[in-house]
């Protein structure tokens, strides 16, 4: 399992993307001052770092240049609030790998992490999941069932890729709500029910299991 380092001070947001990493089978760890973070990278156990820019004690370039002076090469995602051109330059320039301006979907922010690890995680490469006779090509964006294709919108699609990443794993509404619609979301929202009512009537209402209280799986297979 990879280790993540995620240097990002607002406990909201550092909090969702801690959760969301560690249930996609990755090891975060979380700092929410430049100072700490530096210290944090230059123990070498972190194969990523997820940086914010707008920290409270070390403006975040200021800190990538350390880093990269100090002969830290991890892959380095920067995740943002400010998504003006010259920002998103200045940071690939300043040795980022890559650049997310906030608001953002964790799917994506969990995409990009699996693409800068690929070279050093094999398992990071899977790119058609299964279960029984349902297949998702996550490249093509397309799921099959019995080798018939199944529209799915976007996210139909990417609730769908939650509970196949995790077959069998009781997913509470708010873990659902996080993954899919972001940190945004209100946790008070019946959202999460309307869409696996959806996906229950193109894929199978066998396939996912209400558990009374907590929320859904996706059935084991028989």
């Excluded at 001070?9 to 973070?37: H, M, N, Q, Y």
């Excluded at 890559?98 to 992490?113: G, N, S, T, W």
């Excluded at 959202?191 to 009374?212: A, C, I, Q």
């Amino acid at each position: 399992m990879s280790l993540i380092l995620i240097i990002e001070d607002e406990p909201r947001i550092s909090s969702f993307i801690a959760k969301g990493l560690k249930a996609a089978g990755f090891i975060p760890t979380v700092c929410a001052t430049a100072r700490e973070g530096y210290a944090q990278a230059r123990s070498g156990n972190f194969e990523l770092i997820i940086l914010d820019l707008g920290l409270p004690d070390e403006d975040g370039f200021s800190l990538l240049r350390r880093m990269r002076e100090s002969h830290i090469d991890v892959p380095v995602i920067i995740l943002t609030a400010r998504n003006s051109v010259d920002d998103t330059v200045a940071g690939l320039q300043n040795g980022a790998d890559d650049y997310m301006a906030k608001p953002f979907h964790f799917d994506e922010l969990l995409a990009r992490v699996r693409l800068r690890l690929r070279t050093e995680d094999s398992s990071s490469d899977v790119s058609v999941l299964s279960h029984g006779n349902m297949e998702m090509d996550l490249l093509r964006r397309l799921v099959t069932v019995d080798g018939v294709e199944v529209d799915l919108s976007a996210r139909e699609f990417s609730l769908a890729e939650a509970f196949l990443r995790n077959p069998g794993l009781v997913l509470s509404r708010e873990q659902l709500l996080s993954r899919v619609w972001g940190y945004d979301f209100d946790p008070g929202s019946n959202v999460v029910d309307v869409y696996v009512r959806y996906l229950r009537n193109k894929l199978g209402g066998e396939r996912f299991e209400t558990v009374r209280g907590v929320g859904y799986r996706l059935a084991r297979e028989s």
